[in-house]
């Protein structure tokens, strides 16, 4: 994984990302807490990190600290997005986006061809990120999650079409 660089090349104090490593998991679940109302347990990242065979795991840092992680299962040629989240700090910054976008990449240069998500059907905010990407709604959930039995919305994306889009994307700050 590599930083942002700005336009002449050199490198900024922009986001690097990486894989997950087991060492992350403190700061991992600090994220956790600060954005989920039903936050995964440390065993559930140590479970994913060392027993999932289809777990695949980015911590986005910045100034040598994790400022956010999103991980997705790989299964044939299909990414399922299992968790993707930013420190509170950081957020209104557009990180999401380049966290998503760098997952995205990452799913293509694995082969996946489609990826698909859930989302609260309440959190437009997501939903209008999700699908300023490719992603399109396709369905419901019902009562999927447990805290208050909100439906959530299932959504995909074709990972050609968007990888083939992204070049028409002049100017553009983020990097795929």
């Keep these: 994984m590599e930083s ?11 986001v690097i990302f990486r894989p997950m490593l087991m060492e992350d998991i403190a700061d991992i679940m600090v994220i956790e807490h600060e954005s989920f109302t039903l ?5 559930a990242f140590k ?13 986005m840092e910045k100034h040598g600290s994790p400022i956010g992680y999103a991980g997705m299962w790989t299964v044939l040629d299909e ?7 930013v420190r509170t700090a950081h957020r209104g910054q557009h990180l999401g986006e380049q ?6 990449a990452y799913a293509w240069e694995l082969g996946m061809i489609r990826m698909t998500l859930e989302v609260r059907v309440s959190n437009d ?3 209008s990120l999700y ?3 490719g992603f399109r709604g396709i369905g419901l959930r019902k009562g999927y999650y447990s805290d208050n039995g909100e439906d959530a919305l299932i959504m995909w994306c074709d990972l ?7 070049g028409g994307e002049e100017g553009s700050e983020t990097e795929w």
């Design 39 to 43: 936050p995964w347990s440390s065993e």
């Design 99 to 104: 966290l998503l976008r760098r997952m995205i």
């Design 160 to 166: 050609s079409d968007i990888m083939q889009d992204k």
């Design 79 to 85: 990414a399922h997005v299992t968790n993707i989240a």
């Design 131 to 133: 699908e300023k990407l």
């Design 4 to 14: 942002s660089n700005n336009e002449s090349g050199a490198c900024t104090d922009e």
């Design 125 to 127: 905010v997501a939903q």
């Design 47 to 59: 479970n994913e990190l060392t027993h999932n065979q289809f777990a695949r795991y980015l911590v």
